[in-house]
Antibody
Framework: EVQLVESGGVVVQPGGSLRLSCAAS????????MHWVRHSPGKGLEWICL????????FYADSVKGRFTISRDNTKNSLHLQMNSLRIEDTALYYC?????????WGQGSLVTVSS | QSALTQPASVSGSPGQSITISCTGT?????????VSWYQQHPGKAPKLMIY???NRPSGVSDRFSGSKSGNTASLTISGLQADDEADYYC??????????FGRGTKVTVL
């Protein structure tokens, strides 16, 4: 069974940094592109970034480019999101998701709250 | 990276069919057969319902179907049931190799 378990979400002040992690199991991790997607309160889903199977290629939404960095460790079946220069509008439930052109499986999310 | 356009809400009675539209551009929806649809119940993670425009993952009811014409994709739910009441999002691959979602449609079963 595919499992994706996010962790690391906390309350952080504007301008702060945070690192989210996603532990993957139940599939061959390095066979799949991985994504981060967020769901803000009262808003819809927003795709944030992706990383290729070998980690060699990354792509970002304009809203996070230059502030967030996606990475993966294929030896540990883990995905990470380094979030810097956090803004109030980054407050959201952050999901990791597996898939290439679509999001085949999702975790349950990790809540990030940016507040002073 | 503008969000795809979806109606804010769609409603129908049990047993009826409803259709949700998802409009993009030639750089996303219209340019590739990589449109997918997700169902999200409150407090739950999204669930893949349709991928590559009109394919259903194993386990998804055949009451759900997808199509595309030009820059607009559509999700049709036939034989509407109470459990279909949820938020639905479309998503597309883009020419920048990014992905984009629609703003979501709330489906209400009357």
């Amino acid at each position: 069974e595919v499992q994706l378990v996010e962790s690391g979400g906390v309350v952080v002040q504007p301008g702060g940094s945070l690192r989210l992690s996603c532990a993957a199991s139940g599939f061959i991790f390095n066979d799949y592109t991985m994504h981060w997607v967020r769901h803000s309160p009262g808003k819809g889903l927003e795709w944030i970034c992706l990383i290729s199977r070998d980690g060699g290629s990354t792509f970002y939404a304009d809203s996070v480019k230059g502030r967030f960095t996606i990475s993966r460790d294929n030896t540990k079946n883990s995905l990470h999101l380094q979030m810097n220069s956090l803004r109030i509008e980054d407050t959201a439930l952050y999901y990791c998701a597996k898939g290439q052109q679509y999001f085949q499986n999702w975790g349950q999310g990790s809540l990030v709250t940016v507040s002073s | 990276q503008s969000a795809l356009t979806q109606p804010a809400s769609v409603s129908g009675s049990p047993g009826q069919s409803i259709t949700i539209s998802c409009t993009g551009t030639s750089s996303d929806v219209g340019g590739y057969n990589y449109v997918s649809w997700y169902q999200q119940h409150p407090g739950k993670a999204p669930k893949l319902m349709i991928y590559d425009v009109n394919n259903r993952p194993s386990g998804v009811s055949d009451r759900f179907s997808g199509s595309k014409s030009g820059n607009t994709a559509s999700l049709t739910i036939s034989g509407l049931q109470a459990d279909d009441e949820a938020d639905y999002y479309c998503s597309s691959f883009t020419s920048s190799n990014t992905r984009v979602f629609g703003r979501g449609t709330k489906v209400t079963v009357l």
